[in-house]
Nanobody
Framework: VQLQASGGGLVQAGGSLRLSCAAS????????MGWYRQAPGKEREFVAC???????EYGDSVKGRFTISRDYAKALVYLQMTSLKPEDTAVYYC???????????WGKGTQVTVSS
């Protein structure tokens, strides 16, 4: 199982970033792909997930601002983040799972820092 997240960086509050997650073909066949994040001193938090049918779910703190999508041809999962806030600062992890909102497999994270 291979997951590789990229696209993190430093952005000002109100700005946007798009994270990408490259998955091996085998991993991409897992039912649910998702994103979690972890801020310093805090527990990991569910951000979003998407299944093979395109159904999505979002954490309350990102609803209306973040959008998850998947490119089946390229085995990529994206997290489009808009209206970023300083509290969105965290390491973002791409996940793959067999169950809804699950996180059976984790990739290395990518740092997102939002300055005020």
């Amino acid at each position: 199982v291979q997951l590789q997240a990229s696209g993190g960086g430093l952005v000002q509050a109100g700005g946007s970033l798009r994270l990408s997650c490259a998955a091996s073909t085998t991993t991409f066949r897992l039912n649910v792909m998702g994103w979690y994040r972890q801020a310093p001193g805090k527990e990991r938090e569910f951000v979003a997930c998407i299944d093979t049918g395109g159904s999505t779910e979002y954490g309350d703190s990102v609803k209306g601002r973040f959008t998850i999508s998947r490119d089946y041809a390229k085995a990529l999962v994206y997290l489009q983040m808009t209206s970023l806030k300083p509290e969105d600062t965290a390491v973002y992890y791409c996940t793959a799972a067999w169950t809804w909102k699950g996180s059976d497999y984790w990739g290395k994270g990518t740092q997102v820092t939002v300055s005020s």
